[in-house]
């Protein structure tokens, strides 16, 4: 369990998560090329926070490295496959957020957030007068995260249209390839 303040919820560049994670060269070259991807990465980067962990380090810098490897093992001169891969990977593993539990002890009793519904320091703003943590849902308790359908949602909320529709694009013709 990780305690939550205001401070650490504090808006923060991907720019800046590409410093600390060591991966700004290989970001910088990809976002000079897509301006978009570095807008989209930002807007992840302001609704989730740099406060929240992820399975390796901060969610935001896991987030950061697969989609970077993704663009990477993925980029053709002239194609688009690798800016959709970014998005992809990008907000897949965003999806860890579902995995989490953030709760505010305040006067009322417990109040959980949702990131379908705002940004997470919208919440801890307001419930600043409680105790705010963070713990990863135990396995056996965890509502059971599928990656294609949280990929399609938090897309969905967090992203301007254009980008929206080419993963909901993608995250669809996968499923359908699988057989999902």
């Known amino acids: 369990m990780t305690e939550i303040t205001e401070k650490m919820v504090a808006p923060v560049a991907m720019s800046k998560v590409a410093r600390d994670g060591m991966l700004f060269p290989k970001a910088r070259d990809i976002w000079l090329d897509h301006a978009l991807l570095e807008s989209a990465s930002d807007s992840l980067a302001a609704h989730l926070s740099g406060a929240l962990p992820g399975r390796d380090g901060p969610l935001l810098r896991d987030c950061l490295i697969d989609a970077v490897s993704a663009y990477r093992a993925t980029e053709k001169p002239g194609e688009m496959e690798a800016f959709v891969a970014y998005l992809v990977a990008l907000v897949r593993r965003a999806t860890d957020v579902f995995d989490l539990s953030v709760e505010?002890?305040?006067?009322?009793?417990?109040?959980?957030?949702?990131?379908?519904?705002?940004?997470?320091?919208?919440?801890?703003?307001?419930?600043?007068?409680?105790?705010?943590?963070?713990?990863?849902?135990?396995?056996?308790?965890?509502?059971?995260?599928?990656?294609?359908?949280?990929?399609?949602?938090?897309?969905?909320?967090?992203?301007?249209?254009?980008?929206?529709?080419?993963?909901?694009?993608h995250v669809m013709a996968h499923a359908k390839n699988t057989g999902i």
């Open 104 to 169: 505010a002890r305040v006067v009322d009793g417990v109040v959980s957030w949702d990131p379908l519904r705002e940004p997470l320091l919208t919440f801890v703003t307001r419930n600043g007068d409680g105790e705010i943590t963070v713990t990863r849902r135990p396995a056996d308790d965890a509502v059971e995260n599928d990656r294609n359908e949280s990929t399609v949602l938090l897309v969905a909320r967090l992203m301007p249209e254009p980008i929206a529709r080419r993963v909901v694009r």
